[in-house]
């Protein structure tokens, strides 16, 4: 018992050369533990926006396509505009019935609504919370003249989320037959 008494009175400390090697090791140990720390956040941070922008992109394609098979149109067609830097597109769709319906990218929104109301309420099929950029557009390609009965319908979507100041882009595009 005695021994245990005379170390715990023991008034020895450390020397000045064993605790800057000690601090040195930790402010090691510690930089490299934040380091892969902030590289795990920021990857996670990514991976989250382009699953969120993914999402967001099926959804578009599958609101479009949902209504080109849904309406069933009997002819398509379709145009493509430039108001001032914006470009927009739009394929109509147009049953034997005379209904019509407008698939249309314009000013970074996706409206499906009748070609004939000014301005469409917006349409929660397709509010997201990214940004369709400049160069996204719908196209309709046929073998035959306008408007069409078949032919091929090209989508390009180009979204953008911010995050930090920094935007993160994903460019899908998708052709499929009517």
């Not at 019935?97 to 407008?102: F, I, L, N, V």
């Amino acid at each position: 018992m005695r021994k245990f008494v005379k170390l715990f009175r023991r008034e020895g400390g450390f020397s000045l050369v064993e605790l800057i090697v000690a601090l040195s090791l930790f402010t090691v140990a510690a930089g490299i533990i934040s380091g892969i720390t902030m590289l795990g956040l920021r990857s996670y941070h990514k991976i989250s926006i382009e699953n969120s922008l993914r999402d967001e992109g099926d959804l578009l394609m599958s609101s479009i396509i949902t209504e080109l098979y849904t309406f069933a149109p009997e002819k398509v067609t379709s145009a493509i505009t430039q108001n001032g830097e914006e470009t927009d597109s739009y394929i109509t769709l147009e049953r034997q019935d005379g209904m019509k319906s407008r698939i249309q990218i314009a000013n970074g929104v996706l409206t499906i609504a009748n070609p004939d109301v000014i301005n469409p309420p917006e349409d929660e099929r397709t509010t997201i919370h990214s940004k369709l950029a400049e160069g996204s557009k719908i196209i309709l390609e046929c073998q035959n003249a306008v408007p069409c009965d078949s032919g091929l319908i090209s989508i390009d979507l180009s979204l953008v989320q911010s995050y930090n100041g920094r935007d993160y882009p994903l460019e899908l595009k998708s052709k499929f037959g009517f």
